[in-house]
Each structure stands twice: as C-alpha cells, then as structure tokens.
C-alpha cells in the first residue's frame, strides 16, 4: 500500500497549537486506500502541546508574543523531509492555515485570524522536494 505522510492533527493526535486535535472525518476511508505516516512537524521540531499561536510574517515564524520559533519550524521541514525521503512518501495531506502545514493559505501574521494566500514551511520545504501537497479540504481527491 503507498504511503502518505499526514498532518498528525488530522488523524485525532491532539497536536494543535491548543492542545486539540484537527480529526478529519475521511481519515478512515483513507486508510484502507492508504499507510498513513502521521508527523507533526512543529511538534518534531521542538515546539510544546500546548504552545501559543505562531504566524508568518516577513518569511519568518512569530509566537503571538513576540518571539521568533522560525527555527523550530524549518527543524521540523527538515524532519518531515528525511521521514518522505526514508520512506518513498511522494503525497502529504496537510492541514491548511497552519505556519507549517498550510498548504493553500495561512494566517497573515497579525494574529487577526485573517487568512492569506501562501504555504506554511513544511509544505513548501516538501513540495520543493518534489512532494505532491493536498490541505484536508482535498482529502476527497484521493479516495
């Protein structure tokens, strides 16, 4: 069966910013078409459950008070690279509006809840690798 890296929000780990989890209804059909290599890569990159919200603003990654986890964020690129690379993975289903996971849109940096067009870090990382991206919104495509 292909493997498909997925944001681990999606499949119920309680990996969000908030300590919640982003469970996506599809996941179960996905997994008998699929082995699903959940990864979150602000987690695997240093970053705490629960942590504060973080935004791209000006090509770096901003906590909501301030601080720069730009870092922390492409560690976890970088991670969820050698696990595709590993593996073979050349799909990853990403959650959208995530500094690292967006796939077709983020949030503008403000910490307004705005949302932009653009990529989170790991989801441009992965597709300049040649990685095929799709958000959770488009989870359909591949059932």
């Known amino acids: 069966m292909e493997k498909i890296l ?23 059909k ?11 890569p602000e987690v695997e990159g240093g970053l705490p459950i629960p942590r504060l919200p973080n935004e791209i603003k000006d090509k770096k990654v901003i906590r909501q008070d301030g601080k720069d986890v730009t870092h922390q964020f492409y560690k976890g690129a970088e991670l969820a690279w050698n696990i595709c ?3 073979s993975i050349k799909i990853a289903i990403l959650k959208d509006g995530s500094p690292s996971c967006g796939s077709n849109q983020i ?37």
């Open 6 to 28: 997925i944001s681990a929000c999606l499949i119920g780990d309680k990996t969000k910013y908030d300590g919640h989890s982003n469970y996506h209804p599809l996941i179960k």
């Open 85 to 87: 690379n590993y593996l």
């Open 30 to 40: 996905l997994m008998e078409k699929y082995d699903l290599v959940p990864f979150c």
């Open 107 to 143: 949030y503008d940096g403000s910490f307004s809840h705005k949302k932009i067009p653009g990529q989170g870090i790991t989801a441009s990382y992965l597709k300049s690798k040649g990685l095929i991206i799709y958000s959770e919104d488009e989870i359909e495509k591949l059932i």
